[in-house]
């Protein structure tokens, strides 16, 4: 059971260039988030979804698209780099029913130039 | 007000030492509560979750005053191997939507 993962691990990016963040979970669950984390910010919300071709934006969205086509996957989309979005992506996932907490993914470290 | 609010310390304790972390939120529809173990460069763990009339796992004591919208984590006999931040996180009290995390503290277990 891999629980929740990101690919990629590791990215370095140019000003302009896009790129696809693959978030995959194999425990069935609904509820998808897309959070970044920097240095003194915590984590912030980005995008998230409660199902199957559903998305919401979250607290900072801008620059940022998501998909969710199947239930076991959301992607997180750059369609322009921005050296302000260098920073660590984690992704997680949590079960519709109860007051469960979440799962993360290792993350994936994400440098703009 | 920020809805999750943390001291970020660092507190720095020497092993066995008890330490305690706070954590108020601003919500007061907020229904879940829990606390986080993020170490460095690594993804946040779930360490525990938090219920109203508070809960023991091991070594570490979660305490929730709803009426205050106050949450401590305690730890007791602290390990090097406690060393790391933690986040206290709490639902935003609606369906579906995102939790909300805290900053984080950090705390340096030292021998």
């Known amino acids: 059971n891999a629980g929740v993962t990101q690919t990629p691990k590791f990215r370095v990016l140019k000003t302009g260039q896009s790129m696809t963040l693959l978030c995959a979970q194999d425990m069935n669950h609904e509820y998808m988030y897309w959070y970044r984390q920097d240095p003194g910010m915590g984590l912030r919300l980005i995008h998230y979804s409660v199902g199957e071709g559903t998305t919401a934006k979250g607290e900072v969205p801008d620059g940022y698209n998501v998909s969710r086509l199947k239930k076991q996957n959301f992607l997180l989309g750059l369609e322009s780099a921005a050296p302000s979005q260098t920073s660590v992506y984690f992704c997680a996932s949590r079960i519709r029913t109860g007051t469960y907490g979440y799962t993360f993914g290792s993350g994936t470290r994400l440098t703009v130039v | 007000r920020k809805e999750v609010e943390q001291d970020p310390g660092p507190f720095n304790v020497p092993e066995g030492a008890t330490v305690a972390f706070n954590c108020t939120y601003s919500n007061s529809a907020s229904q879940s509560f829990f606390w986080y173990r993020q170490d460095c460069r690594k993804e946040p763990k779930l360490l525990m979750s938090?219920?109203?009339s508070g809960n023991e796992d091991g070594r570490f004591t979660a305490q929730l005053n709803r009426a205050s919208q106050y949450i401590s984590l305690l730890i007791r006999d602290s390990k090097l191997s406690d060393s790391a931040t933690y986040l206290c996180?709490?639902?935003?009290?609606?369906?579906?939507?995102?939790?909300?995390f805290g900053k984080g503290t950090t705390l340096s277990v030292s021998s």
């Open positions: 996180v709490v639902n935003s009290g609606q369906a579906g939507t995102a939790l909300i």
């Open positions: 938090v219920y109203s």
